[in-house]
Nanobody, 124 residues
Framework: QVQLVESGEGSVQAGGSLRLSCTAS????????MGWFRRAPGKEREFVAA????????YYADSVKGRSTISRDVAKSTVNLQLNSLKPEDTAVYYC?????????????????WGQGTQVTVSS
């Protein structure tokens, strides 16, 4: 079992920044992928960004590319998501997820463990 705990919930004005963090505990894994997804009100959960534990390759959704940075601290089992130039349409509950299998995935159905979610609200 892997437990994921997100932090960094907040409310900001458009143009502002937030840093979300996700700390993993329990079963350790050196391969696989950590991802961030989000669910906006009335919408389906969507991929935001992902990073491979091994090597640190990163992947971004077009909607956040250039405005966000995903990073990892392997020693602390933590993944961070820096969100910049936030827009009202970024308002959502953001979820951290862990995929134990090799290979990155943009599909939430292929992730094995999920955090409880953290709210990001961007006002205009």
């Amino acid at each position: 079992q892997v437990q994921l705990v997100e932090s960094g919930e907040g409310s900001v004005q458009a143009g502002g920044s937030l840093r979300l963090s996700c700390t993993a505990s329990g079963r350790t894994f050196s391969s696989g992928t950590m991802g961030w997804f989000r669910r906006a009100p009335g919408k389906e959960r969507e991929f935001v960004a992902a990073i491979r534990w091994s090597g640190g390759a990163t992947y971004y959704a077009d909607s956040v590319k250039g405005r966000s940075t995903i990073s990892r601290d392997v020693a602390k089992s933590t993944v961070n998501l820096q969100l910049n130039s936030l827009k009202p349409e970024d308002t959502a509950v953001y979820y951290c997820a862990a995929r134990l299998s090799r290979g990155v995935s943009y599909s939430d159905s292929l992730y094995d463990y999920w955090g409880q979610g953290t709210q990001v609200t961007v006002s205009s």
